[in-house]
């Protein structure tokens, strides 16, 4: 008695809870120290203690009517302002709290957009292998997405496979960079080229193409790699932002849509965004946290710690044998099956322990992924297991 | 370049900006002390102070990691039985977590159940008067809401124009009691009867037709009224709760929603609207609240204040020369406008500083809304314009 499409979803829903039930059966078989779980992308590492104080603040310091109470959707003005100037310093930008919009994280952000922008059978693009929710939030509302494959050994994005995939129901490209699942970060000119791309698409068809920038690992890039500030390389660009990972604080649901003054159709895109959070039930970012955050935005998670991780991963399974790309950002690690079968590999590595996430689950068979947002010693521990899985593709 | 629907949206929001722009205009003209706001349904009396210990003891005695990380979509199970065992308590129930969803508040839980039951074209009932934003949630996934109207004299709803709304595409009756905008609080004997036009109906077609009840007021209950459980008077209902007026925590957007073990399709609805809760971009409801909340199920807002409120707003209108529902619960006041129209009173109530809402917003023209959860004080001061408003329809 539930809808048709939640059916299919329910039915896909399986293969997640097969996976978390696999590790429980493990961990009571064998001892949760002895299961090595690289499957979930839930950060390790806490959230600074200057969360905690700057909630304490605000206990402290407002009144229970503003710090749990309603404010304009779009979310207490000084907040939206505090976030614009912040990215005005980072980027040069010349942002206000106009420019902000605070939401229920930067999946409900990206909701609230596709919300504001789709009509029934319109038709959304994104390179694969990608998060596969984004094709769930782009069904929500009777539209499609469209996978464009990214080069099969940069897992860069093609201009060139974008300008053939490029129709006239596409309303929007989504792009992910720091990547999940591949940890790639996109460079500057290939960024500016897509847009360039999608400039004479939008001018050919007469209406804009916008870019919708997921982007909750945005400040989890390593070796001083640059992530490009979408809207200073393309034009018509909406950044969703998250505190998911930069603050470990995936359980609040925190983040913000950056909407700049000169995309095509602003006003009607802000005030759409607006109301798209209203009318699917958000109706705010979550009061208290909201003005948390604020309080904290040059803080950030121990992305060192993550570094460290990386690179004790990366060695660990070379190591071993396999192969990877080496992450540049975000905290995944993108392993090549040996011979291809990414399912079968998840399936061998389930005898030593291992729980990986098959890249057919991110429309990128033949690798695997691994969150290495857990502890070191796990991945120390995880070695041996590593060695076993490599002999059994005689990978050295 | 946004989408039809939301272009809609964007016109029909006018309406509400403009009303918050005339109070300001009000304000600055006249001062804030002399505007008589009647508009929003903003909890005046604040959170009570247990809402702050708990929150303050969460961040005492959890991890971070647990506090502010991911937990199952549905919500912290200990939450979830908390929750079900204060039902138990108050309704004689045998619920536990495994009936209970933690939403991103009550628009947030209505929006998941939405999305879980509804194809394109489908239908969804609701009696009017009623809160216009159910028809944009209803929109967001292509179904259409049909209203029937309330008995023009009790606003109470009639079973019989129940059978006569419901069609082969029908797939769920949405109930709100205690009532936005009424006041008024439906008895069990009203709400059997709609239940077994329901099954009856259900059966008739092969498909259960579901109750939705909206509950966010369920606490604001005067005279020591009862607001019968739902689920003890029907089949097939499933509860969406809000901690928004109980708790005064509008901001925090936190809820949950009840789901019977013993309606149809019992797992297919919990699964699903735990997966729509993640599709929709909610993921969970917020986590430190979920846990705070968890520890204050037994504290409730300042509820002989609003009782208080109601009686002196009553009184205002009635001495002037008004005649209004005698509200038994929420925190509206439903007046009738002199000569039948509300958009009229409203534009002559502006010139003595009242801000009212028409009754046509909700689909019940001929009345207006007075939202009292304001100051007593307000009220007081506001009784000389309400006699001179009144005086312009010569009531007295």
Redesign the interface.
Known sequence: ???????T??AN?SAIRVMFEEGNRLAALYGRENVYDYS?G???F??PER??QS??AV?AEE???T?????PNAGFPAVRQAVAENLNRRFGTAYSAENVIMT??A??????VL??????G?EVLVFAPYFM?YG??VR???ATLKAIPSDSETFLPDPEALRAAVGPKTRALILNTPNNPTGVIYPREVLAALGKVLEEKGAEYG??I?IISDEPYRELAYDGREVPWLPSCCKNVIVGYSWSKSL???????GYLLIPSDI??YE??V??CT??G????????????QLAVARCLDASADIAAYDANRKLLYDTVTAAGFSAVYPEGAFYLWMRAPGGDDKALCEKAKAYNLLLVPGSSFAGPGSVRLAYCVSPDMIRRSAAAFEKLAKEFHLK
């Not at 710090?67 to 404010?71: C, L």
């Not at 999946?107 to 609230?112: P, S, V």
């Open positions: 008695m539930i809808s048709e499409s939640m059916k979803l329910c829903n979930l839930n950060p390790y806490p959230a969360v905690r909630i304490e206990l009144e229970p009517n710090i749990h109470g309603y404010m229920v994280g999946a409900g952000g990206l909701n609230c919300r504001c922008l789709l009509n029934p319109d929710e769930s939030y929500n509302f009777g209406a804009p916008y470990s604080l995936p359980g609040e649901r925190i095509e159709d009607n895109v005030q759409g109301i798209a209203r009318v699917l039930g958000f109706v705010n970012a979550p009061s208290l946290i």
